[in-house]
């Protein structure tokens, strides 16, 4: 019995999309099952940087990289018509946090979203946390990325984490504090889990608002919360 899948396309119950998330960015911190999809999988798509993260996990698959959601997308469909039948997309941190697996399950997905199978990663926001040694607990997790965010809501909370983009990353977020007379601390990690990765602690205030600030995310915790 053949089922409908997603918008376009109509297959077989045993062909199967797994959206692999690979973590804050080194093959250490990839975990077993996502090593065991890689290893399976017929095809592997993803970004140049997650490429170069399995590049030491023995695959046969066939290994192509995109720039654009849109090219994925393609090159998903094409695997599809070509009979394709275990495709392991790639994705940073864990895909379900601000990450593509809400694209592809809308895109691809049929209604009982059997199809599409999810392998969490660590999540940058937990990787952050981490190396600052405070606890998750009571976090607020948002997204300022590709978006204007109403602060309403956030500015209030003890600790926050946000998922930036190039436009509205930590100076715009210290900012928003410092408009409504608050002073918390701001964390920025950059580049997390590379070899150029950088932590900054910083009192809002006291933030480099000059400073160009790489692929990042955020963390807002008030004094009063910060745990030393």
């Known amino acids: 019995m053949r089922k409908q899948w997603g918008k ?9 999309i797994t959206i692999v998330g690979l973590g804050p960015g080194q093959s250490k911190y990839l975990t077993n099952e996502a090593i065991a999809m890689i290893e399976s999988a017929s095809v ?5 940087r997650h490429i170069d ?22 090159m998903i469909s094409e695997s599809i018509t070509k009979g394709y039948e275990n495709i392991a997309v790639l994705a940073s941190g864990d895909p379900s946090l601000y990450g593509i697996a809400k694209y592809l399950m809308d895109k691809f997905a049929g209604e009982d979203k059997q199809e599409v199978e999810i392998v969490p990663g660590i ?3 937990a990787y952050l946390f981490s190396k600052i040694k405070q606890s998750m607990n009571d976090i ?14 956030v500015i209030n909370m003890d600790k926050v984490a946000y998922v930036t983009d190039s436009n ?29 990765e950088r932590i900054t602690l910083s009192k809002a205030s006291k933030l480099d608002k000059e400073k160009y600030y790489d692929m990042n995310v955020v963390i807002v915790i008030k004094e009063d919360a910060y745990e030393r």
Not at 44 to 48: L, M, T
């Open 8 to 16: 376009y396309f109509t297959w077989g119950a045993d062909k199967m």
């Open 44 to 48: 592997i798509y993803g970004a140049k």
């Open 53 to 74: 993260i399995i590049s030491d996990i023995k695959t046969k698959a066939s290994k192509s990289s995109y720039v654009k959601l849109g090219e994925l997308s393609a």
């Open 123 to 125: 999540s940058s926001v």
């Open 140 to 153: 607020y997790i948002t997204s300022t990325h590709g978006k204007d965010l109403s602060f309403d809501t």
């Open 168 to 196: 509205r990353g930590p100076v715009y977020i210290a900012n928003r504090y410092l408009d409504a007379g608050l002073d918390p601390y701001i964390i920025v990690g950059e580049n997390l889990a590379y070899e150029n």
